[in-house]
T-cell receptor, first 115, second 115 residues
Framework: GAVVSQHPSRVICKSGTSVKIECRSLDFQATTMFWYRQFPKKSLMLMATSNEGSKATYEQGVEKDKFLINHASLTLSTLTVTSAHPEDSSFYIC???????????FGPGTRLTVT | AQSVTQPDIHITVSEGASLELRCNYSYGATPYLFWYVQSPGQGLQLLLKYFSGDTLVQGIKGFEAEFKRSQSSFNLRKPSVHWSDAAEYFCAVGKGASGTYKYIFGTGTRLKVLA
């Protein structure tokens, strides 16, 4: 149980375009989803927290207009990187959790490369 | 501010040797503590967690960790390392109320296993 998927696993896009990453909880309803960014050989940096049906809460220093997060249902959250630039290239990981729990379940990650 | 410190960036051990990965946290209240493992290009897999109760926690793959409040530590141990244990290990502390909690990750320890 508690499986989280991400799609796509890898994506390459041109500079200036937008790319959407999906995060799905496959066997449970996730009231909260989290988006992390991981730079090469670095730790995970929390970007934002989203609760189903409400606006995401972004961490300090994360551009809301660049990283659009939607959590429209209890099983799906999306992260859209708008007007991507090479510096946005990174490994993006989502996680999902329950409002009543302190445990997060992580997706396999999405490798974004902006050329 | 809350923080998690993993003092060792890299650790190399021989296969069959014992392992201890250090984790220290700074958090005012009783923390929820986690250890995750990440293989290259993959997401995070939960090894074990501590919420309350017995301070010695058993996890998957033969790992255990001990919560020591007096030392603000949650060190991960394994009595005999296998070559497949080579990976990146992250300690994390969860903070906040359920539903609004966040994880703070340490910087990670990269484990190399010599045959």
């Amino acid at each position: 149980g508690a499986v989280v998927s991400q799609h796509p696993s890898r994506v390459i896009c041109k500079s200036g375009t937008s790319v959407k990453i999906e995060c799905r909880s496959l066997d449970f309803q996730a009231t909260t989803m989290f988006w992390y960014r991981q730079f090469p050989k670095k730790s995970l940096m929390l970007m934002a927290t989203s609760n189903e049906g409400s606006k995401a809460t972004y961490e300090q220093g994360v551009e809301k207009d660049k990283f659009l997060i939607n959590h429209a249902s209890l099983t799906l959250s999306t992260l859209t990187v708008t007007s991507a630039h090479p510096e946005d290239s990174s490994f993006y990981i989502c996680s999902a959790g329950l409002r009543s729990s302190y445990e997060q379940y992580f997706g396999p990650g999405t490798r974004l490369t902006v050329t | 501010a809350q923080s998690v410190t993993q003092p060792d960036i890299h650790i190399t051990v021989s296969e069959g040797a014992s392992l201890e990965l250090r984790c220290n946290y700074s958090y005012g209240a009783t923390p929820y503590l986690f250890w995750y493992v990440q293989s290259p290009g993959q997401g995070l897999q939960l090894l074990l967690k501590y919420f309350s109760g017995d301070t010695l926690v058993q996890g998957i793959k033969g790992f255990e960790a001990e919560f020591k409040r007096s030392q603000s530590s949650f060190n991960l141990r394994k009595p005999s390392v296998h070559w497949s244990d080579a990976a990146e290990y992250f300690c994390a502390v969860g903070k906040g109320a359920s539903g609004t909690y966040k994880y703070i990750f340490g910087t990670g320890t990269r484990l190399k296993v010599l045959a």
